[in-house]
């Protein structure tokens, strides 16, 4: 008896102890067993670690699966406020285009996948401009019917960075020797360290963030701006071209500066006119290259120049124009131009030699004359020409009016070359008032149309009439006579 139950007890331990091992071993299978043994699994791909605010970049997933499963779904997870731009999808069927999230993203197969068959998604994703630097995670799951979901395996992390930017301004970037020019940093992410090249020579002319820098000999110069940040990395930017310098003008003042735009090819135009004599000065820039026109707009208030246009022969890449409105007559010139002068003025175009007719062809100037002015003075507009000088002599160019509105009259001329010009009119401010001799029977009347009696030149019709009167003796005269004559007759009768 007591034998039979120690049998019992023995038998019931081992017993005891095999459902022990098997219960460890499905806690063990459950713990060690990769996720893939689900029956599915994903990993994912990123085209680059790292980004910038503003750019794309390609994610792609691989879906497998160890059995044949229904309803496979993946879910992807972006970072706030990033998007999807394209998808590639192998012919796979997508959730209704309303379900989609702006940071969520779901694909959902109708068909089944088969054991040891792959899928693979691909999407590119749009990083936002307005993105803060940082690290972004991507995340997602996939799912299946009667599977439970597991995570996406690969990579997920994507770092957000944004690119040192070289920038820079100055000016003046025209004038002549000496030049003092101010150079100001305009790059992004406040760089660490800044090397300026203010001459283009290669040599490291300034470390400062904001420098000042003057150039004591005529050219034209090219400016590199190196800058580099410990997060963000470097850049270089390099303005070619971008400081002109010209020989000091006689007559001008020391180390004058002029605002506008840098020049470069058909060079800088340079000026012998008196700065005293200069009532505004206006720079335009333009690229100048063979076969295609040219066109300089000026768009100053007090400019009456309003294009320089050319048809080039040759390249000469970036030119500078500038226009001198004057005061007076021209300090460069031996007398004034012919007629009634609006406006004088210079036009300089490129270097020297520029407007030979060997590098230009088809060279107009269009201008404008205030429509007060003319009235003013009496005139017509169409006697309004432009007047060159050139050889020490004025001559008058080919003017065409060419358009009006409520303030100015347009004109455009052909011009041989570029150097100092008038706006004037060939007409004189004079006007005659014609009184022509009546014919007998004939009643005779002084602009009888006009309500003013007043001329150009200050003598009044009512006045030229009086002096006609009083010199020739009118037919009331004549009559008073013939009265008398007859009253004097009658009375010698009755006595």
Same mark, same amino acid.
């Given at each position: 008896?007591?034998?039979?139950?120690?049998?019992?007890?023995?038998?019931?331990?081992?017993?005891?102890?095999?459902?022990?091992?098997?219960?460890?071993?499905?806690?063990?299978?459950?713990?060690?067993?990769?996720?893939?043994?689900?029956?599915?699994?994903?990993?994912?791909?990123?085209?680059?670690?790292?980004?910038?605010?503003?750019?794309?970049?390609?994610?792609?997933?691989?879906?497998?699966?160890?059995?044949?499963?229904?309803?496979?779904?993946?879910?992807?997870?972006?970072?706030?406020?990033?998007?999807?731009?394209?998808?590639?999808?192998?012919?796979?069927?997508?959730?209704?285009?309303?379900?989609?999230?702006?940071?969520?993203?779901?694909?959902?197969?109708?068909?089944?996948?088969?054991?040891?068959?792959?899928?693979?998604?691909?999407?590119? %994703?749009?990083?936002?401009? *307005?993105?803060?630097?940082? =690290?972004? +995670?991507?995340?997602? &799951?996939? #799912?299946? $019917?009667?599977?439970?979901?597991?995570?996406?395996?690969?990579?997920?992390?994507?770092?957000?960075?944004?690119?040192?930017?070289?920038?820079?301004?100055?000016?003046?970037?025209?004038?002549?020797?000496?030049?003092?020019?101010?150079?100001?940093?305009?790059?992004?992410?406040?760089?660490?360290?800044?090397?300026?090249?203010?001459?283009?020579?290669?040599?490291?002319?300034?470390?400062?963030?904001?420098? %000042?820098?003057?150039?004591? *000999?005529?050219?034209?110069? =090219?400016? +590199?701006?190196?800058? &580099?940040? #410990?997060? $963000?990395?470097?850049?270089?930017?390099?303005?070619?071209?971008?400081?002109?310098?010209?020989?000091?003008?006689?007559?001008?003042?020391?180390?004058?500066?002029?605002?506008?735009?840098?020049?470069?090819?058909?060079?800088?135009?340079?000026?012998?006119?008196?700065?005293?004599?200069?009532?505004?000065?206006?720079?335009?820039?333009?690229?100048?290259?063979?076969?295609?026109?040219?066109?300089?707009?000026?768009?100053?208030?007090?400019?009456?120049?309003?294009?320089?246009?050319?048809?080039?022969?040759?390249?000469?890449?970036?030119?500078?124009?500038?226009?001198?409105?004057?005061?007076?007559?021209?300090?460069?010139?031996?007398?004034?131009?012919?007629?009634?002068?609006?406006?004088?003025?210079?036009?300089?175009?490129?270097?020297?030699?520029?407007?030979?007719?060997?590098?230009?062809?088809?060279?107009?100037?269009?201008?404008?004359?205030?429509?007060?002015?003319?009235?003013?003075?009496?005139?017509?507009?169409?006697?309004?020409?432009?007047?060159?000088?050139?050889?020490?002599?004025?001559?008058?160019?080919?003017?065409?009016?060419?358009?009006?509105?409520?303030?100015?009259?347009?004109?455009?001329?052909?011009?041989?070359?570029?150097?100092?010009?008038?706006?004037?009119?060939?007409?004189?401010?004079?006007?005659?008032?014609?009184?022509?001799?009546?014919?007998?029977?004939?009643?005779?009347?002084?602009?009888?149309?006009?309500?003013?009696?007043?001329?150009?030149?200050?003598?009044?019709?009512?006045?030229?009439?009086?002096?006609?009167?009083?010199?020739?003796?009118?037919?009331?005269?004549?009559?008073?006579?013939?009265?008398?004559?007859?009253?004097?007759?009658?009375?010698?009768?009755?006595?």
């Amino acid at each position: 008896m007591n034998i039979t139950k120690v049998f019992r007890a023995k038998n019931w331990i081992r017993f005891s102890r095999f459902i022990s091992g098997i219960a460890l071993i499905f806690l063990l299978a459950g713990t060690i067993i990769p996720t893939s043994a689900a029956g599915i699994g994903a990993s994912r791909e990123i085209s680059t670690g790292t980004v910038s605010p503003g750019e794309n970049f390609t994610v792609t997933v691989h879906i497998g699966a160890d059995q044949d499963v229904e309803a496979l779904t993946l879910d992807e997870n972006l970072p706030d406020g990033w998007h999807v731009i394209r998808m590639g999808n192998n012919r796979d069927t997508f959730q209704e285009i309303s379900t989609f999230k702006e940071s969520t993203l779901e694909w959902i197969w109708a068909e089944n996948l088969s054991a040891g068959e792959e899928k693979t998604i691909i999407y590119n %994703v749009a990083v936002p401009s *307005n993105s803060k630097p940082g =690290n972004f +995670t991507i995340s997602g &799951t996939i #799912s299946a $019917y009667s599977i439970p979901t597991v995570p996406v395996e690969g990579f997920s992390e994507i770092v957000v960075t944004y690119p040192c930017e070289a920038d820079f301004s100055a000016i003046p970037l025209l004038g002549s020797v000496p030049l003092t020019v101010q150079f100001t940093d305009l790059s992004a992410f406040n760089p660490d360290f800044r090397e300026w090249d203010f001459d283009g020579n290669g040599n490291i002319d300034s470390n400062e963030r904001n420098p %000042v820098y003057t150039y004591v *000999n005529p050219g034209i110069y =090219n400016v +590199t701006f190196r800058v &580099t940040n #410990s997060t $963000y990395g470097n850049d270089t930017r390099t303005k070619t071209g971008y400081i002109t310098v010209l020989e000091k003008p006689s007559g001008s003042e020391e180390g004058e500066g002029i605002s506008g735009g840098g020049s470069g090819g058909g060079g800088g135009a340079g000026s012998p006119e008196s700065s005293r004599n200069i009532e505004l000065k206006e720079i335009s820039n333009e690229q100048v290259f063979k076969g295609t026109h040219t066109c300089f707009t000026f768009k100053g208030g007090a400019n009456e120049i309003v294009t320089v246009e050319f048809d080039p022969k040759k390249n000469f890449g970036k030119t500078t124009a500038i226009v001198e409105m004057l005061k007076n007559t021209s300090s460069i010139v031996k007398e004034p131009a012919p007629g009634m002068i609006y406006k004088n003025v210079n036009i300089w175009v490129g270097n020297s030699g520029f407007s030979n007719p060997e590098n230009l062809e088809n060279t107009r100037v269009s201008f404008r004359v205030s429509r007060a002015w003319v009235v003013e003075q009496g005139i017509s507009e169409n006697t309004v020409t432009l007047y060159r000088y050139g050889q020490d002599t004025w001559d008058q160019l080919s003017t065409a009016l060419s358009g009006e509105d409520e303030a100015y009259f347009y004109f455009t001329a052909e011009t041989p070359g570029f150097s100092s010009f008038a706006i004037s009119s060939t007409e004189k401010n004079i006007q005659s008032v014609e009184i022509s001799t009546a014919k007998k029977g004939e009643n005779q009347t002084l602009n009888e149309d006009k309500p003013s009696d007043k001329v150009k030149n200050g003598i009044y019709a009512s006045d030229l009439e009086k002096e006609e009167t009083e010199s020739s003796p009118g037919p009331g005269i004549a009559f008073a006579g013939a009265e008398l004559l007859i009253l004097y007759g009658i009375l010698r009768r009755k006595k």
